[in-house]
């Protein structure tokens, strides 16, 4: 027996022997291994003797099981994936950056190619390597294969010698446009016995509805059609699309330059200010590709990332389904070399406000009765958290949030709003101290005590609202002036006025109990205590009578002061134009007072005319891209 040879010995159920050869080395030349074997009888004595003739091949599929950023060799748990610190199991990026920003503004995924050095990075490699004599013995193939679903989910590229970024020598082998099986040549270095086979593989689309996200590849060796003699299997996940709360550090601003109807230039100048003071970068979207009125940058895209080991993450914006005139945007400026884009609905789908992202915010991360969510969780305004049959969330954008699997969504009423979005009535900053953050939550409750302590400190007649109005240049009579305070004309009303308003105060009464039911929803689904919420002065007002069909909606009676820009600890908050007490703005002394201790700076923004009577504010005006998660999504136990 050679040394690369052992042989173990068994009994079968009938009592014959069987012998189980194991082979450690592959063979230099074809029959160059011979075993010996001598028969003998129960009583020691011999009566045969046989030889057996053996080619010893070794064959072997690898990938980066154990995510440190390299290929493995020999990694026993490659065929398999594992949730956490200690899991296996290979990952893909979804390839929906543009490497190829010459030739067209599409994302890597959509073109069954490789576009240079810097697309092969997004990919994952995956190797074959074979050892042996320099021929396989006739009538027997090596496939590489996927199952034909996988197939229109990934694309496998060969890198032959001398690959990069050159497509000469890189060829597409599996993939909606190659099919799902490719056959390898068996062509190993006569003078090592050697052969390694490189392979690029991308993701195409992330986990859905119908796709769990895992991948697996198989290396089979067959004589002609038959069943696999030899097989090897690894897994692949790919990367869920990641949301990044307001608590993470800031890396880059977007707003949007509108002219019509009513143009932004203030508000712009003083969100450069804001993001100067706080070191973070601003874009602007010029009228030019915003259509000259899409004001609403939030609603329009959510800048998230994706994630694999050995490289850094990746920026990817979310283009929602509501097709403004801010819609080529994403992929016209934000698409490019590492920085992905995509959008998801089906066609024929007719959004609503509530499939804007204004709708879709996350928090930081969370632990809810033993359970982390390292992530946070996502939060998503309906009226199903109440059970209503009214507005939602199209179920293509729900089912794919949830397919993600890392932050699992939480329904919260929102359907009481006009725009419906739950970026009017909470959010979350960075703290100092307590769980790091707190959650900010609007309460009519805590406006109507400011304005009684207001009253009854002898400030009833002191003024809120001065100088503005109900409607922009370019709103005409378009609104109705029945409920609460006029709408058309002068906003300027005394704290009375507020406090003696009781149409205003009965709608108000219904809306804390709305806020109050999400209050309820939040801290049971993120572990929330009273000591993690701060309630924000904030009043509503009716602006859509109850009909039939619908009920009554509700927008922000004055700049919504939830409804903020949050940039580390600068916070750029709607500008309330509250009542001058000791020359200090009342509403404003009271938020300061509220978030100040937290360590954070408060600047207040007046974004009345170029947003708030378009029934939307600072944060509706602008999505941030910000830093990653420390975590990394695969550590999470599942």
Sequence with gaps: MTDKLNVTSGVLHDGRKTAIVNCHLPSIKANNELIAFEILDEAGRHVGSATLVLTVYQLSLDVDADRDGFIDKENPSKSRWEWGAGGTGAILLVNNDNDDVTTDKNPDNRNCAVDGEMDLKDMSPMAVRMRGPTDLPKEYIIWLHTSSENAQRIGIFHLRDGAGSSGSNIHHVIGPAAGNMAELDWKVNPTDNTMTYNFAVEALHYPDVDFDGAVSIHLSLRKGAGKPIFEETVVFRVAPWVMTPTTLPPQEVYVSGVVEPEENSQFIRDIRQLTTRAGVKLTIAAPAQNGGSDRWMQNEVEVGYSEAPGRAPMPVAFSSPRYGGLQPFPRTKLLGPDFGHFSHYQLGEDPTSLDSFGNLEVSPPVKVNGVDYPLGRILVGSSLARGNPGRRMMDTLLNFLRAQRVQPPVLLYSDWLEVGHVDEFVTFVP???????????????????????????????????????????????????????????????????????????????????????????????????????????????????????????????????????????FLGIPKPFGPIINGTCALEQHVTSLLEPLGLSCEFLDDWYSYHVFLGEVHCGTQTRRQPSAFKWWEMTL
């Design 431 to 569: 703290a100092t101290n307590g769980k790091g953050f707190r959650m900010l939550l609007s309460s009519p409750d805590a406006c109507y005590r400011l304005l009684e302590r207001l009253r009854d400190g002898g400030y009833g007649e002191a003024a809120l609202f001065q100088g503005k109005r109900r409607q922009s240049k370019s709103q005409l009579n378009n609104w109705d002036t029945s409920h609460g305070f006029s709408l058309k004309e002068g906003a300027a009303v005394t704290v009375n006025n507020l406090l003696e308003d009781s149409s205003l105060k009965k709608q108000n009464a219904l809306y804390q109990i709305y806020i109050n039911e999400n209050r309820e929803i939040l801290k049971k689904e993120l572990g929330m205590t009273e000591e993690d919420i701060i309630d924000l002065p904030q009043l509503y007002r009716e602006v859509t009578e109850p009909s039939a069909d619908t009920p009554g909606r509700a927008a922000a009676a004055f700049p919504n002061l939830v409804n903020m820009l949050v940039l580390g600890e």
